[in-house]
């Protein structure tokens, strides 16, 4: 009784809604056969009525499924009333037709066919609701294709369609794979990630402490041959502990691999655990990617046995080199390479970007002036060569994307070459360099003897960061005396670290010229007890006097030997730079005792920065002090000057205070 009172509110409803159809537009239903015969012929209603849906005359249809529901002839008449309305793009309306033709006693034909129609409805529906899935599978698993994978990721949650769409593996074009380093697992692991090694990969990274060359062979066996970056790096690169590369990375098997999905390959990133790699090493990875443009192989040893050269695979070359499209290389080269001047020049023309860095100290006395005299040659934009020169911070500038050519970025770590090839470098290039790192080499350095230059006519417009540092030997004699190569340098200068011996007091004067200065860190390196204070105290009694125009930010400031009451100077002068964001200055004496501040000293420098307006830009600092406590204090000197010191300088983030 139930099912009838369901199935007659549902037919009411339909002819509620086939009323108001046929009413608004137009079509009475005279102009239907209005003969009793035809009326009454089933049959001739039934083929009417196929005949107007194929010539998707839907109201005709529909008024003549409601004949056919007149006559009784409930499961026919709902069908095609059910698809008269979805042919009027009334899909909900045509759902309910379906439903109580389902209704019906009667269990024929059209009773089947409502309950397939009544699927393929619904899903028609919720199509309708969500456009994009109307698009081939082809176009949209290619606009999901472009996504970056958080994004990707998100689409998942849409529907179960484009959550089946957004993990095709015909989508990932870019795959990040952490291979396990259980043995037990990783064929297993492998297994279920080779889905989504595709054909059409174009980016593939590899996190791994293991072996690497099954995963690589499954790349080979895919047939990766779209690969444009290939990265294979360390594990995790927050773990403490060291992530270390099996010793016989390149060997065969890897360049046959390498050699299969590589003629595509632009980017080419590896990590290892080894010093050094050999020059024949990168001749055959040349030869292998011929489209090679980015070559970044990066030493991680730390241990002295791991600064041994890599197993060399005996493969012979089968191209010339010369014909290279790589622009960047950064390289851990070994000794030899320097032996062989022309190398670079001869077979890498295009190169931009040169990095050659070394993890260990050189063994042997050598001079690499002829080596890096021919690298002129080369219309280089970065030229780093020495110690870990790979892990000096780089600074990015908005003119680093111009295609100008010339020199922007050249940084000599502890390398041995002459003043005279150090001089001819700098003058070639003194009106493109941007950056300028020059650590002298130990113990000597060629050419050190050699009076102070005379570089009265130098001039560098537009040089920003210069980083200079000796190791026992001093100041190149290129860039003697240091107030002078000051004076070359323009006002463009941001940032400077210069550690040297004993400074002048022409150089930290110098320093006061540069109205875009941000970071100055000047460490001092040996005990001068008679000029240790003067030029230190000059320059922050210069950079407090400049007051709201003074643009210093950070000022790290290592002196070699310090009195209490020079600290103490030193400390509260720098008080008066309201500039300043970090201030350090600490003692690098070779002295019995560290020299210390009081809490005196601390309380001085806290007013200071009150009345220069220090205390709303400070949120680093640091600095030794002694340890006692006042008679009656309820605190030690270290926490009463941490409090004060919180207290002072609401917008304060670090402040390192060592116990000497």
């Known amino acids: 009784m139930t099912d009838n009172n369901s199935l007659q509110r549902l037919v009411a409803l339909l002819l509620k809604e086939i009323n108001y159809v046929l009413h608004n537009n137009l079509l009475s239903t005279s102009s239907r056969p209005q003969r009793d015969r035809d009326l009454r012929d089933v049959g001739f209603l039934e083929e009417h009525a196929s005949k107007e849906l194929s010539r998707h005359n839907y109201l005709e249809a529909l008024a003549t499924g409601k004949a056919l529901l007149s006559l009784g002839h409930n499961t026919q008449a709902l069908c095609i009333i059910g698809d008269s309305l979805w042919g009027l793009h009334r899909v909900n309306k045509a759902i309910l037709a379906y439903s109580a033709a389902l209704k019906c006693k009667a269990q024929d034909d059209h009773t089947r066919l409502a309950a397939s129609r009544i699927r393929a409805a619904r899903t028609y529906a919720r199509r309708r609701k969500d456009p994009l899935s109307c698009f081939p599978d082809e176009i949209m698993l290619d606009i999901l294709s472009l996504l970056d994978t958080p994004s990707r990721v998100a689409c ?128 055959l990875i040349l030869d292998t990617c011929p489209a090679l443009e980015h070559l970044e192989c990066r030493s991680e040893a730390k241990r002295l046995d791991d ?53 260990f100290v050189y063994s042997e006395r050598q001079d690499f002036s002829r080596f890096v005299e021919r690298l002129s040659d080369l219309n280089l934009k970065v030229l780093m060569i020495g110690q870990r020169v790979d892990k000096i911070p780089a600074q990015t500038y908005a003119s680093d994307d111009t295609t100008e050519g010339g020199l922007r970025r050249l940084k000599l770590c502890r390398i041995p070459i002459s003043d005279a090839t150090l001089r001819r470098l700098l003058l070639q290039h003194q009106s493109t360099l941007q950056e300028l790192v020059i650590m002298t080499w130990e113990p000597s350095m060629p050419g050190t003897s050699e009076p102070d230059a005379n570089i009265q006519g130098w001039h560098f417009p537009g040089l920003r960061r210069v980083h200079i540092s000796e190791h026992g030997t001093g100041i190149p004699a290129t860039l003697r005396p240091l107030s002078n190569f000051l004076k070359a340098c323009t006002s463009s200068l941001e940032s400077i670290t210069i550690s040297q011996a004993l400074f002048a007091l022409s150089t930290t004067r110098a320093l006061l010229n540069f109205p875009h200065l941000k970071h100055a860190s000047l460490y001092e390196l040996r005990d001068h007890p008679q000029q240790a204070m003067e030029p230190m105290v000059a320059l922050a009694r ?103 010191l919180v207290a002072a300088f609401p917008h304060i983030e670090e402040i390192d205070i060592v116990i000497a």
């Open 307 to 359: 600064r041994d050269g890599v197993h060399e695979p005996n493969l012979p070359l089968r191209r010339q080199a010369q014909h290279s499209r790589l622009k960047y290389l950064s390289w851990p080269a070994e000794n030899y390479i320097y032996r062989d001047p022309d190398f670079f020049p001869s077979n890498l023309p295009n190169l931009e970007t040169l990095v050659l860095s070394k993890s």
């Open 156 to 283: 998942t949650a849409v529907s179960h369609t484009w959550r089946a769409y957004a993990t095709s593996p015909f989508t990932w074009k870019k795959l990040d794979v952490r291979l396990r380093s259980d043995y037990d697992i990783a064929d297993i692991y492998i297994h279920n990630i080779s889905r989504y090694v595709t054909p059409q990969l174009t980016h593939l990274t590899i996190y791994s402490d293991a072996d690497i060359r099954a995963f690589m062979s499954l790349v080979e066996d895919k047939h990766c041959v779209a690969l444009k970056s290939l990265e294979l790096l360390r594990r995790n690169k927050d773990e403490s502990r060291e992530i270390r590369l099996p010793r016989n990375y390149f060997c065969e098997r890897f360049f046959r691999s390498l050699e299969l999905v590589g003629q595509s390959l632009v980017h080419l990133h590896i990590v290892l655990s080894v010093g050094t790699v050999s020059t024949h090493t990168l001749r």
């Open 542 to 644: 210069g950079l407090s006097r400049q007051k709201e125009s003074c643009p210093l930010q950070a000022l790290d400031l290592t002196i070699g030997l310090l009195f209490d009451e020079d600290y103490e100077k030193l400390f509260v002068a720098a008080g008066n730079i309201a500039s300043l964001k970090k201030f350090k200055v600490v003692p690098g004496t070779l002295a019995d005792r560290d020299p210390v501040l009081s809490i005196k000293a601390v309380t001085r420098f806290i007013r200071r920065a009150v009345r220069s307006g220090l205390v709303k830009n400070l949120t680093h600092i640091k600095f030794l002090m002694e340890n006692g406590r006042e008679e009656g204090a309820p605190h030690d000197h270290f926490e009463l000057a941490k409090t004060n």
